[in-house]
């Protein structure tokens, strides 16, 4: 890969970017340049040479040319979730997507198709209009386009699959500023790769969904005292395991927040915390969350709440430093129950940290597609999120993070979705795709990227850059 600057873009090479470009570019002494620059984790201090604001697919395809031509390294922008700071490049040109976020559902085609920077509140609200919906992020600030090509972990996965499960089409503008299309029936294995290959192969400015009906959505959080938490993690670990696909949700330790349900002498306090999802009515989660309402929680509220609602009842807060990490389960024991309790106690408090548990199954290991999502077949899935103020809580939230993934190691499949994390190292990259499929993604970056461009992202190597013993081999037809 050609050496790459680090010094401010010239003012030739600014005009020429700024001539003619429909949306806003910012270089690093512009106001407006540091609320452009400013990411969910507070913990990224990344300085670019420009930020360029597209409005257009012309936008996104002079920026990569200009990047290219001056040698910056490329950041692309959506939502802007990136733990690791991917979203920005120290020196670097980002190619900012929020201002292309336009959403169009039809009905009845029951399909959605949005922009590259449209974030998951603006689809769902979107969609939900028509009572329609299909499988999206936790948090609505999400960026759609990383969370989908990144394979996409939900609330209502387990009903309808994975987020890229119901992807059907991608316009991506390539490296050398090529606008390709990609589907089943065009650029298959582009189209393959875009099953959790992430951005490595360009810039997504449009993708296209499939919907299924949502008519009726209900949600329940049932509030527990910490002390409760193992009796209360292996009673949801039995109920899940029999649950129905409709049923989704998940176990959370955090830190309990003023609301207008909450009784004042929690908030603030650690809780073990029962969210349950289902695709239908209050009557029939309620009736099939009986073994856990048993159990006398302090808050217990079950209700009935539109889907696009219930992605925004748990958006983290903009402005903290944030860590997080993610091991998949085979199986969960009562000793893995033990010690993933156990680590509640070193939570950064008080914060919005999030000492998760999730349950898979259902659609989302029914899937018989190849895609390289070797995840998907686990059980569980343990996500510690932490969250955090102070600067001086760095290495013990870090530290928190990672003995959460010792401690699961004994009943860890060693599979990881990538979404998940920040940079733990390539050997994990390649344990989120699977070894022979990361061979195959790379061969796909060779093709369309072969000088990796695009690298800001968890990074496939086009063959140039792969040991000899493990370069893919050449492409046929």
């Given at each position: 890969m050609a050496?790459?600057?680090?010094?401010?873009?010239?003012?030739?090479?600014?005009?020429?970017?700024?001539?003619?470009?429909?949306?806003?570019?910012?270089?690093?002494v512009d106001d407006g340049f540091e609320e452009a620059r400013t990411l969910f984790n507070?913990?990224?201090?990344?300085?670019?040479?420009?930020?360029?604001?597209?409005?257009?697919?012309?936008d996104v395809r002079r920026s990569v040319?200009?990047?290219?031509?001056?040698?910056?390294?490329?950041?692309?922008?959506?939502?802007?979730?990136?733990?690791?700071?991917?979203?920005?490049?120290?020196?670097?040109?980002?190619?900012?997507?929020?201002?292309?976020?336009?959403?169009e559902v039809d009905p009845r085609a029951m399909l959605v198709a949005v922009g590259g920077g449209t974030v998951m509140g603006q689809m769902d609200e979107a969609s939900?209009?028509?009572?329609?919906?299909?499988?999206?992020?936790?948090?609505?600030?999400?960026?759609?386009?990383?969370?989908?090509?990144?394979?996409g972990s939900g609330w209502i996965e387990r009903k309808f699959g994975l987020a890229c499960d119901h992807l059907l089409s991608v316009d991506l503008v390539t490296a050398e500023g090529d606008l390709v299309h990609a589907a089943a029936d065009d650029n298959p294995e582009l189209f393959w790769a875009l099953h959790?290959?992430?951005?490595?192969?360009?810039?997504?400015?449009?993708?296209?969904?499939r919907l299924h009906p949502m008519p009726e959505f209900s949600m329940g959080l049932l509030l527990f005292l910490p002390e409760d938490g193992p009796e209360v993690t292996r009673t949801w670990r039995d109920f899940m395991?029999?649950?129905?696909?409709?049923?989704?949700?998940?176990?959370?330790?955090?830190?309990?927040?003023?609301e207008p349900f909450m009784p004042e002498d929690l908030v603030g306090r650690l809780v073990c915390a029962v969210v349950l999802t289902c695709v239908g009515p209050e009557a029939m989660l309620r009736g099939l969350a009986a073994p856990l309402t048993r159990l006398?929680?302090?808050?217990?509220?079950?209700?009935?709440?539109?889907?696009?609602?219930?992605?925004?009842?748990?958006?983290?807060?903009?402005?903290?430093?944030?860590?997080?990490?993610?091991?998949?389960?085979?199986?969960?024991?009562?000793?893995?129950?033990?010690?993933?309790?156990?680590?509640?106690?070193?939570m950064v408090i008080p914060s919005p940290t999030a000492h998760a548990m999730w349950r898979l199954g259902g659609a989302v290991a029914r899937s018989q597609a190849d895609y390289p999502l070797p995840w998907r077949h686990a059980a569980w899935a343990v996500h510690p999120l932490a969250m955090w103020e102070d600067p001086e809580d760095d290495a013990r939230a870090l530290q928190w993070v990672r003995n959460i993934r010792a401690d699961m190691h004994p009943w860890a499949t060693g599979d990881v979705y990538l979404n998940f994390t920040g940079d733990e190292g390539e050997a994990r990259v390649v344990r989120g795709f699977g070894e022979d499929n990361y061979v195959r993604l790379s061969a796909v970056k060779t093709e369309f990227d072969p000088d990796n461009v695009f690298h800001r992202n968890h990074n496939i190597r086009p063959a140039r850059e792969m040991p000899t013993a493990t370069a893919p081999p050449p492409r046929m037809g």
């Open positions: 050496q790459l600057k680090v010094q401010p873009l010239s003012d030739s090479a600014l005009a020429r970017l700024r001539s003619g470009f429909e949306g806003q570019v910012f270089s690093n507070a913990m990224i201090e990344t300085r670019p040479a420009v930020i360029a604001q597209c409005a257009t697919t012309d040319e200009c990047a290219r031509a001056e040698g910056l390294e490329i950041a692309v922008r959506g939502g802007g979730h990136s733990v690791a700071g991917m979203s920005l490049t120290q020196g670097g040109l980002v190619i900012d997507m929020r201002h292309m976020h336009d959403v939900t209009r028509h009572g329609l919906a299909t499988t999206g992020g936790r948090v609505s600030t999400t960026g759609v386009g990383g969370f989908v090509l990144g394979g959790g290959g992430g951005g490595n192969f360009g810039v997504a400015t449009r993708m296209e969904l395991a029999q649950a129905p696909d409709e049923i989704g949700g998940g176990l959370i330790y955090l830190v309990a927040q003023p006398g929680p302090e808050v217990e509220m079950v209700t009935d709440m539109p889907y696009a609602e219930m992605q925004k009842a748990l958006d983290d807060p903009p402005g903290y430093r944030n860590y997080w990490s993610v091991e998949h389960l085979a199986s969960l024991p009562d000793p893995a129950v033990d010690a993933f309790c156990a680590r509640a106690d070193g």
